[in-house]
């Protein structure tokens, strides 16, 4: 027998269901599973991914397809009485994507496919209405040229604005029939003038080249971008659905939209959408025109309306999740049109998360998987401030929330270039898939067109990115590149914030506040407390950032760097005075200065972060980064302690290293001037001292940073040891504390059992390690390194998401030799991917005991933790319910 490669849907004849979106994508799995439980769908059939794999890797499709669905379109004719290609009733289809994991708007759709000439006119017989026909034509023809043939459908939307102007209308429904078969003849001109080629009269020849566009749209720019992005593997392909077609514009007892079961911007629990009246779908999404709430259907289309709100109740109580709907109503009848789980935002997922535990839809331990660890980024950024005053050019819709400022630009190549060093906020009067590379680097997006359920709004919902949609009172001038909106007029370049929140638009840049958790966020991560097993400590430098640490549920500092403590005030003379010091009792004297610093800083954290360990890393970066550059700084510091400028410019110049980030720093330093080191342990310790006599709890771990050898860790652990033996003879008080060592070079990861002996803990400085393990150079790999991922030479950039391959294996290679000497030899992640979600499951996997990461990611890695643990238990006792398998595979 044959493979497989088509499935049937509707009709009562219904071959697949939702546990197969790996082989017919979201779309088809979901048409399928709403057709068996009795949802009304138009019927059809899927093709499967596999042969999406099979055509885009060898260029062909497999044998046995074209029979098979030769013979699915005969069970549509027959289901339909409808005939494709021909006869009194038309079969007219759509050809729809469907990969298994959404991506909304990244790839290709074509709808009223079968349409020519002859079959128009036998459409607009058998309906009655001519200007129906005609206006489904015509865009059959801009849809399938835009998507098939490479003629842009901006050149279509040209000519139907000229056919408006000379008819003097403003809306594509004033048109008549005749207008419309005119502007099909027109776009056909174009078709044949841009293209070179006829547009296709065989319905057969058009259904081909439809899948194979489809399929094709798979490997666009705009697909792979959004994969990279959401962490979708290439590999797997789309699927294609052929639906018949249902009409929503086929008059006022006709339409189209799309439905949320739940507001996907907040998680309210209730309907929440847009229709449009005599519309087809790609009117809602696209912006082209303005929408009407879901909730004015029931006053339009009263018994549709409730038909819809009994089938979303019946889909979310079937997926016990919230639900993404696509429906038309064709002459006073409903049809879904998709089905899948809602995109929402961070704030949406955790209300409606908790709220389903509530409910008793889904357990706790479902509610934990049920929201992605990147969504609650969108949670804890901060806000516009209440009390700034704000001069609001426009009050639009809030299509995504949270603040956003930046400056002008309004096209998304321009984004692309500048979004990467400075913060832009993309201006469009409605965006589309080509606009996703500007997106996706701008800090905001603003619309002059659409609705909440738009592209732009998705799109920027799904990214957690701020926008705001359809501000209809801005006036957008491309060719001056300005828009006016309130009497002022904005130009490329100027500042603008976004209110995402409640959809203003505000000239300028404006302040934020920090947001407050909600008691839904506390709920949902008390339970993902409950299932973690790693640890998660912040990185945090001064008292202030501990205590924004401590409220986002931190567990201890896993890195406090002593030398951003240096750039304070006054104190980088007293640095650069210790640098420049002729003789050991010069640097004493300015060693004397620091250590009052020193020691009150440390004070502050402790006090914050009373109870939980405090690690703190000694002395690290070069010293050429302490001194000063140019020659007025150099006068000014001469000036300041005394001496002569030309000498103190030789002084500087001794210090200049020509590759400083792999030379005199981190524990050479101290090897060098032990003395640093000393007076850095003393300021610990009698900080640590001085609390504790406050009732403070401390626990002080002090790091020795780019040890390659034992023996550096060996000699400077003893300078540590002496110090505290010291401190704690003189106060007549001790304080119980750990010495370990940051793993940041290859040699240290690869004889980490020698140099375990003298640690008590190891943290990976992952950062350093991706930097020795490449060769590269953070600060500079950023000019090629997008092109190593875009073009796969790289799946990440290995400094935001870990390099599991190659730094990976040394991660778990230090581990594994280090507790091969110290049985509970600590071990910790002080780099930034600790809040990487991904790069967390690894270092669960590994066995650390903590991740370390900034503040505001500390829930995100909280949340990525329990996720790791839960795909461990999964994987030894199996997923409870369909649901958490789902979830767990999502993740």
């Given at each position: 027998?044959?493979?497989?490669?088509?499935?049937?849907?509707?009709?009562?004849?219904?071959?697949?269901?939702?546990?197969?979106?790996d082989?017919l994508?979201?779309k088809?799995?979901?048409?399928?599973?709403?057709?068996r439980?009795?949802?009304?769908?138009?019927p059809?059939?899927?093709?499967?991914?596999?042969?999406?794999?099979?055509?885009?890797?060898?260029?062909?499709?497999?044998?046995?397809?074209?029979?098979?669905?030769?013979?699915?379109?005969?069970?549509?004719?027959?289901?339909t009485?409808?005939?494709?290609?021909?006869?009194?009733?038309?079969?007219?289809v759509?050809?729809r994507?469907?990969?298994?994991?959404s991506?909304?708007?990244?790839?290709?759709?074509?709808?009223?496919?079968?349409?020519n000439?002859?079959?128009?006119?036998?459409?607009a017989?058998?309906?009655?209405d001519?200007?129906?026909a005609?206006?489904?034509?015509?865009?059959?023809?801009?849809?399938?040229?835009?998507v098939?043939?490479?003629?842009?459908?901006?050149?279509?939307?040209?000519?139907?604005?000229?056919?408006?102007?000379?008819r003097?209308?403003?809306?594509?429904?004033?048109?008549?029939?005749?207008?419309?078969?005119?502007?099909?003849?027109?776009?056909?001109?174009?078709?044949?003038?841009?293209?070179?080629?006829?547009?296709?009269e065989?319905?057969?020849?058009?259904?081909?080249?439809?899948?194979?566009?489809?399929f094709?749209?798979?490997d666009?720019?705009?697909?792979?971008?959004?994969?990279?992005?959401?962490n979708?593997?290439?590999?797997?392909?789309?699927?294609?659905?052929?639906?018949?077609?249902?009409?929503?514009?086929?008059?006022?007892?006709?339409?189209?939209?799309?439905?949320?079961?739940?507001?996907?911007?907040?998680?309210e629990?209730?309907?929440?959408?847009?229709?449009?009246?005599?519309?087809?779908?790609?009117?809602?999404?696209?912006?082209?025109?303005?929408p009407?709430?879901i909730?004015?259907?029931?006053?339009?289309?009263?018994a549709?309306?409730?038909?819809?709100?009994?089938?979303?109740?019946l889909?979310?109580?079937?997926?016990?999740?919230?639900?993404?709907?696509?429906?038309?109503v064709?002459?006073?009848?409903?049809?879904?049109?998709?089905?899948?789980?809602?995109?929402?935002?961070g704030?949406?997922?955790?209300?409606?998360?908790v709220?389903?535990?509530?409910?008793?839809?889904?357990?706790?331990?479902?509610?934990?998987?049920?929201?992605?660890?990147?969504?609650l980024?969108?949670?804890?950024?901060?806000?516009?401030?209440?009390?700034?005053?704000v001069?609001?050019?426009?009050?639009?819709?809030?299509?995504?929330?949270?603040?956003?400022?930046?400056?002008?630009?309004?096209?998304?190549?321009?984004?692309?270039?500048?979004?990467?060093?400075?913060?832009?906020?993309?201006?469009?009067?409605e965006?589309?898939?080509?606009?996703?590379?500007?997106?996706?680097?701008?800090?905001?997006?603003?619309?002059?067109?659409?609705?909440?359920?738009?592209?732009?709004?998705?799109?920027a919902?799904?990214?957690?990115?701020?926008?705001?949609a359809?501000?209809?009172?801005?006036v957008?001038?491309?060719?001056?590149?300005?828009?006016s909106?309130?009497?002022?007029?904005?130009?490329?370049?100027?500042?603008?914030?976004l209110?995402?929140?409640t959809?203003?638009?505000?000239?300028?840049?404006?302040?934020?506040?920090?947001?407050?958790?909600?008691?839904?966020?506390?709920?949902?991560?008390?339970?993902?407390?409950?299932?973690?097993?790693?640890?998660?400590?912040?990185?945090?430098?001064?008292?202030?950032?501990?205590?924004?640490?401590?409220?986002?549920?931190?567990?201890?500092?896993?890195?406090?760097?002593?030398?951003?403590?240096?750039?304070?005030?006054?104190?980088?003379?007293?640095?650069?005075?210790?640098?420049?010091?002729?003789?050991?009792?010069?640097?004493?004297?300015?060693?004397?200065?620091?250590l009052?610093?020193?020691?009150?800083?440390?004070?502050?954290?402790?006090?914050?972060?009373?109870?939980?360990?405090?690690?703190?890393?000694?002395?690290d970066p070069?010293l050429?980064?302490?001194?000063?550059?140019?020659?007025?700084?150099?006068?000014?510091?001469?000036?300041?302690?005394?001496?002569?400028?030309?000498?103190?410019?030789?002084?500087?110049?001794?210090?200049?290293?020509?590759?400083?980030?792999l030379?005199?720093r981190?524990?050479?330093?101290?090897?060098?001037?032990p003395?640093?080191?000393?007076?850095?342990a003393?300021?610990i310790?009698?900080?640590?001292?001085?609390?504790q006599?406050?009732?403070?709890?401390?626990?002080p771990?002090?790091?020795?940073?780019?040890?390659?050898?034992?023996?550096?860790?060996a000699?400077?652990?003893?300078?540590v040891?002496?110090?505290?033996?010291?401190?704690?003879?003189?106060?007549?008080?001790?304080?119980?504390?750990?010495?370990?060592?940051?793993?940041e070079?290859?040699?240290?990861?690869?004889?980490?059992?020698?140099?375990?002996?003298?640690?008590?803990?190891?943290?990976?400085?992952?950062?350093?390690?991706?930097?020795?393990?490449?060769?590269?150079?953070?600060?500079?790999?950023?000019?090629?390194?997008?092109?190593?991922v875009?073009?796969g030479?790289?799946?990440?950039?290995?400094?935001?998401?870990?390099?599991?391959?190659?730094?990976?294996?040394?991660?778990?290679?230090?581990?594994?030799?280090?507790?091969?000497?110290?049985?509970?030899l600590?071990?910790?992640?002080c780099?930034?991917?600790?809040?990487?979600?991904?790069?967390?499951?690894f270092f669960?996997?590994?066995?650390?005991?903590?991740?370390?990461?900034?503040?505001?990611?500390v829930?995100?890695?909280?949340?990525?933790?329990?996720?790791?643990?839960?795909?461990?238990?999964?994987?030894?006792?199996?997923?409870?319910?369909?649901?958490?398998?789902?979830a767990?595979?999502?993740?």
């Open positions: 027998m044959a493979d497989r490669y088509v499935y049937f849907f509707g009709a009562g004849e219904t071959e697949g269901s939702r546990d197969m979106k082989l994508g979201g088809g799995a979901g048409l399928a599973e709403m057709a439980i009795g949802v009304p769908v138009p059809g059939f899927t093709i499967t991914t596999e042969v999406c794999r099979l055509y885009l890797h060898g260029g062909r499709y497999p044998d046995g397809l074209r029979e098979q669905v030769d013979a699915a379109l005969a069970r549509l004719e027959r289901a009485d409808k005939r494709f290609g021909g006869g009194e009733a038309p079969l007219l759509s050809v994507s469907g990969a298994a994991f991506m909304p708007g990244m790839m290709d759709t074509i709808l009223n496919l079968g349409l000439d002859r079959t128009a006119e036998a459409l017989a058998a309906s009655g001519a200007r129906f005609f206006d489904s034509y015509r865009r059959f023809v801009q849809m399938y040229a835009d098939v043939m490479g003629v842009h459908a901006d050149q279509f939307e040209r000519l139907l604005e000229d056919a408006k102007h000379r003097g209308v403003t809306l594509d429904t004033e048109l008549s029939a005749d207008d419309l078969r005119a502007l099909v003849a027109e776009f056909k001109a174009l078709v044949r003038t841009r293209s070179g080629k006829d547009f296709p065989d319905p057969q020849d058009q259904l081909w080249g439809a899948i194979a566009a489809v094709g749209s798979w666009t720019p705009r697909a792979k971008a959004y994969r990279r992005i959401n979708i593997s290439d590999s797997l392909g789309t699927a294609v659905s052929v639906c018949s077609m249902v009409f929503g514009n086929m008059g006022d007892d006709s339409g189209t939209g799309v439905a949320f079961t739940r507001d996907p911007s907040t998680g629990p209730r309907l929440y959408g847009e229709f449009l009246v005599n519309a087809q779908g790609e009117d809602v999404v696209a912006g082209i025109r303005d009407l709430h909730d004015g259907m029931e006053q339009a289309l009263p549709s309306f409730h038909e819809l709100v009994a089938a979303a109740r889909l979310e109580d079937h997926y016990r999740d919230a639900q993404d709907l696509e429906f038309t064709e002459k006073g009848r409903l049809y879904l049109l998709q089905t899948r789980n809602a995109k929402r935002t704030r949406a997922a955790v209300r409606m998360a709220e389903m535990v509530d409910e008793g839809r889904i357990t706790p331990e479902e509610a934990v998987l049920r929201v992605a660890p990147e969504q980024d969108q949670l804890l950024h901060p806000m516009i401030d209440p009390s700034a005053p001069r609001v050019l426009s009050t639009a819709l809030p299509a995504s929330p949270g603040a956003a400022s930046g400056r002008v630009v309004f096209n998304p190549d321009e984004a692309a270039e500048r979004g990467p060093h400075e913060p832009v906020i993309l201006v469009r009067r965006t589309s898939p080509e606009d996703f590379h500007g997106m996706v680097v701008s800090q905001g997006i603003l619309t002059c067109r659409g609705g909440m359920t738009s592209h732009a709004a998705v799109v919902r799904g990214m957690g990115k701020c926008c705001v359809g501000a209809g009172d801005i957008m001038d491309e060719a001056r590149r300005t828009f909106a309130a009497g002022e007029t904005v130009r490329e370049g100027d500042w603008i914030t209110d995402g929140s959809g203003r638009v505000i000239l300028g840049k404006v302040p934020t506040v920090e947001p407050e958790p909600t008691p839904d966020f506390e709920r949902l991560m008390a339970w993902a407390d409950g299932f973690r097993r790693l640890r998660v400590r912040t990185n945090a430098d001064t008292p202030h950032d501990s205590v924004v640490a401590r409220r986002f549920g931190a567990e201890g500092i896993g890195l406090c760097r002593t030398e951003h403590m240096f750039f304070e005030g006054d104190r980088i003379d007293a640095v650069r005075e210790m640098i420049l010091a002729d003789s050991g009792a010069q640097r004493a004297i300015a060693l004397a200065k620091l009052p610093m020193q020691r009150a800083d440390f004070e502050g954290i402790f006090r914050a972060m009373d109870g939980l360990p405090v690690t703190i890393r000694l002395l070069p050429h980064e302490f001194l000063p550059h140019g020659p007025a700084e150099i006068r000014d510091l001469a000036r300041k302690l005394g001496q002569d400028p030309i000498r103190l410019r030789e002084q500087v110049e001794r210090h200049h290293e020509a590759n400083p980030m030379g005199h981190g524990c050479r330093l101290g090897i060098s001037f003395d640093i080191t000393w007076m850095q003393q300021a310790f009698e900080a640590a001292v001085n609390v006599a406050e009732g403070i709890t401390v626990f771990e002090i790091m020795i940073p780019l040890v390659a050898t034992a023996e550096e860790l000699r400077q652990r003893k300078v040891d002496d110090v505290a033996h010291e401190v704690f003879f003189q106060c007549d008080a001790k304080v119980d504390y750990l010495v370990g060592t940051m793993i070079l290859p040699r240290a990861a690869l004889t980490a059992d020698r140099i375990a002996e003298h640690a008590q803990f190891f943290s990976f400085g992952t950062n350093d390690l991706t930097q020795t393990t490449f060769g590269l150079s953070r600060d500079d790999a950023g000019r090629f390194l997008p092109e190593y875009g073009s030479i790289l799946p990440d950039d290995p400094f935001q998401t870990l390099d599991i391959d190659g730094v990976g294996r040394l991660v778990e290679t230090a581990s594994r030799l280090g507790r091969g000497v110290v049985a509970d600590k071990l910790g992640v780099g930034e991917h600790g809040g990487d979600p991904r790069s967390v499951t669960h996997q590994v066995g650390l005991d903590y991740v370390s990461c900034s503040p505001y990611r829930p995100v890695a909280r949340l990525a933790a329990a996720h790791a643990a839960l795909a461990d238990r999964k994987r030894t006792t199996g997923p409870a319910t369909p649901l958490e398998a789902e767990l595979a999502a993740d």
